[in-house]
């Protein structure tokens, strides 16, 4: 049963939310209110916490590290589902997949570091089935964002020759969490070839593709991020391989790149992105292309998104599984219609 906002704003539902005074954490708890939910900002810091204004607008703080799963428990009491914004997830994930299966409460995160995504899958998807409950890593840009457009893509499509994925910045003006993720974050990145998954070739592949307006043609280099683990757990494919603009390699390669910063009463930046998926099948070239802005934003809308489905229960299964494997993708897309442009048709 679909239970519409209006049901929601009645009675409020508490979302819990990990790392809720970073940047990306803020848009969620903001999202979340916007849906009519009742967010519970959580943190290691009462401090930032407070610096972040939650308690002036109403929002339930409480503070938990990562460290003690009593205080976690204590901190993800009464909520439905916990949204993680706390990276890097290598170091959070695991704990707090684990504090939300004792509390019998969805699990998400929008993890961009593969390792992550692939250890949440493989340790918690026995006990996130017995608890009926939904666990799924990198629910945001990167990730889920991807995973959701190869499975409308593929349509009817049960498997495909190859995918390939390509993600254009016009800049990347990198959080301070995103900075400390790439210094943490060293392990080999993985691809699928010849239909296994396997370290990216050295040096990585290049790619030239022309987008629409404002990216034009652009040069990409083979980059991925936590869509692979996600796609290659649910779509039979020889080759799948993930893409990233030269132009957003270099800004985040960039130390003295500044953090983003906000243009409009949102908080998000001018940053302009768009993801390209191309999916083969014998002789026949489908592509679908996302457009929009600011990709810390933009994970706000999809993993609220998430969220709320679950909670109406508008979802395929449960357990630790990919979102396109929990959510229609197509309808999932259209929902994001205000945050994100859609376009589809054969490459």
């Not at 508490?14 to 970073?22: D, E, I, M, T």
């Not at 994930?93 to 995504?117: F, K, M, N």
């Not at 943490?184 to 592949?205: F, I, K, M, W």
């Not at 996302?290 to 508008?314: F, H, K, N, T, W």
Request: overall charge negative.
């Amino acid at each position: 049963m679909i239970i519409d906002q209006t049901d929601i704003t009645k009675t409020p539902q508490a979302v819990a939310v990990l790392g809720a005074n970073g940047h990306t954490g803020r848009f969620v708890v903001a999202e979340l209110l916007r849906r009519g939910f009742k967010p519970i900002a959580i943190g290691r810091n009462a401090e930032r916490l407070a610096a972040a204004g939650f308690a002036e607008r109403g929002i339930e703080c409480r503070e938990a590290a990562v460290e003690d799963d009593e205080a976690l428990d204590r901190a993800l009491a009464g909520a439905a589902a916990v949204i993680n914004c706390a990276g890097p997830f290598m170091d959070t994930a695991d704990a707090v997949v684990r504090a939300a299966l004792r509390s019998g409460i969805h699990y998400l995160d929008v993890t961009a570091e593969q390792p992550s995504a692939q250890t949440t899958f493989e340790r918690h998807g026995v006990a996130a089935r017995k608890a009926g409950v939904a666990v799924i890593p990198a629910m945001g840009f990167y990730g889920g964002l991807a995973d959701l457009l190869v499975a409308a893509v593929l349509d009817e499509w049960d498997y495909a020759d190859t995918i390939e994925i390509r993600i254009a910045l016009d800049s990347w003006l990198p959080t301070r969490g995103t900075r400390l993720t790439g210094e943490r974050n060293t392990a080999r990145r993985l691809a699928v070839s010849r239909g296994r998954l396997e370290p990216v070739n050295q040096p990585p592949a290049e790619r030239v593709s022309t987008l629409p307006a404002p990216f034009g043609r652009q040069t990409f280099v083979e980059l991925p991020f936590s869509e692979v683990p996600l796609i290659a757990r649910h779509v039979q494919t020889k080759e799948l391989h993930t893409f990233l603009s030269t132009i957003a390699l270099r800004d985040v390669r960039d130390p003295s790149m500044p953090p983003p910063q906000a243009v409009d009463e949102t908080g998000r930046s001018a940053q302009r992105f768009a993801v390209e998926v191309i999916v083969t099948r014998g002789d026949v070239r489908r592509r679908i292309v996302a457009q929009g802005q600011d990709i810390y934003a933009v994970s706000a809308p999809i993993i609220c998104e998430a969220v709320q489905r679950i909670l109406s229960g508008d979802i395929r299964d449960t357990g630790a599984k990919p979102p396109a494997a929990i959510f229609s993708a197509a309808s999932f897309l259209r929902a994001l219609g205000p945050d994100l442009s859609v376009e589809i048709g054969d490459a």
